[in-house]
C-alpha cells in the first residue's frame, strides 16, 4: 500500500478474514505497526512520516475455532512534491550578495519545507555569495525529508546582468561668453555624477571626457561656439573603471543629452 505524504496518520487498512472459503467475523485482531524492526509500540498507528512501514495483523487463536495466524503489509509513505518559483531570476549587479526569493505551493499547513539550494557557474560548483555579474544554476531541494522540490522547479537558472555605469547631468543650461566660443570653455561648465550600482557617488574617482556635439543626433564635434551660443548637446564619456573594480559587473555606457549656449 501506498500514499503520499499529507501531514496525516497512516489510516486504518481494512481487512477481511476468511476460512474454509467464508468470510469469518468476531475474532480478536491485533494491529502492530512497525519501523523497521522496530515496533511502534501502539495497536493503532501514530506513524505519519515519508518512509516504509510493516503492518501485522495477528490472530492468537484464542477465540473461534480457528489456528493462530498472521499477516503482513507493506506501507509506504513517499514523498510530497513542491513546486518553487523564483521570483527574482533576473536582476542587476548592485555590490551586494543575491539571496534567492521564492515561494513554495505545495507545502501543508504548519509544516517547514527547510529549503536549502546549491549554486553553479560555467558548469562548476560555486563557493561562497553570489554577486558577481553572470549566469547561475541554482539547485533547490528540500530539507524536511517529507518533501521533494519537483523536477521542473528544482533546477533555476539566474542571472545578474551588468550593470549600466553612465553619467547624469546636473546642468544643461551655459552662459555664452562672446570672448571664448571654444568648445572647451563650455565643457567645463557642464557638470556631471556617476552613480555606483550601489547608489554611491563615484565621479571624482573617474576619468570622464565630455565633448560639445552638434545635436543629439549629429555626433560631430563642434570646433567654435555659435556668435550668440545656441544649442547642442554634449557626449560624455567614462574613460575607465577605478582600480579595484571588476570590468565584468559593468558596462559604460556614454551619454549625449542637450545642451544651451545663451
Known amino acids: 500500500v501506498t500514499h503520499t505524504y499529507n501531514g496525516e496518520m497512516i489510516p486504518d487498512l481494512t481487512y477481511t478474514v476468511t476460512g474454509g472459503g467464508k468470510t469469518i467475523t468476531g475474532l480478536d485482531i491485533t494491529t502492530k505497526y512497525y519501523v523497521g524492526a522496530e515496533e511502534d509500540g501502539g495497536t493503532t498507528s501514530n506513524l505519519r512520516a515519508v518512509g516504509t512501514y510493516t503492518i501485522v495483523y495477528s490472530y492468537d487463536g484464542t477465540t473461534g475455532n480457528y489456528a493462530s495466524t498472521s499477516t503482513q503489509v507493506t506501507y509506504t509513505v513517499t514523498q510530497k512534491s513542491l513546486t518553487l518559483t523564483l521570483n527574482n531570476a533576473n536582476v542587476t549587479y548592485n555590490k551586494e550578495a543575491f539571496s534567492p526569493d521564492y515561494t513554495v505551493e505545495g507545502l501543508i499547513t504548519g509544516d517547514n519545507a527547510e529549503i536549502t539550494y546549491t549554486v553553479q557557474k560555467d558548469g562548476a560548483a560555486h563557493e561562497g555569495d553570489v554577486i558577481n555579474a553572470g549566469e ?53 561648465q557642464l557638470n556631471v555624477r556617476v552613480l555606483d550600482a550601489d547608489g554611491t557617488d563615484i565621479t571624482e574617482n573617474l576619468s570622464i571626457t565630455k565633448d560639445l556635439i552638434v545635436s543629439t543626433s549629429d555626433t560631430t564635434s563642434v570646433t567654435e561656439v555659435g556668435e550668440r551660443g545656441g544649442n547642442y548637446a554634449v557626449k560624455v564619456t567614462i574613460a575607465s573603471l577605478p582600480g579595484g573594480y571588476v570590468a565584468s559587473n559593468y558596462t559604460l555606457q556614454p551619454s549625449i543629452y542637450d545642451v544651451f549656449v545663451y
Open 136 to 188: 547561475y544554476e541554482f539547485t533547490f531541494s528540500a530539507g524536511n525529508p517529507n518533501y521533494k522540490i519537483s523536477e521542473e522547479s528544482a533546477v533555476q537558472e539566474v542571472v545578474i546582468a551588468r550593470y549600466v555605469l553612465t553619467a547624469q547631468a546636473l546642468n544643461t543650461t551655459v552662459f555664452f561668453n562672446s570672448g571664448d566660443r571654444t568648445p572647451e570653455y563650455y565643457e567645463r
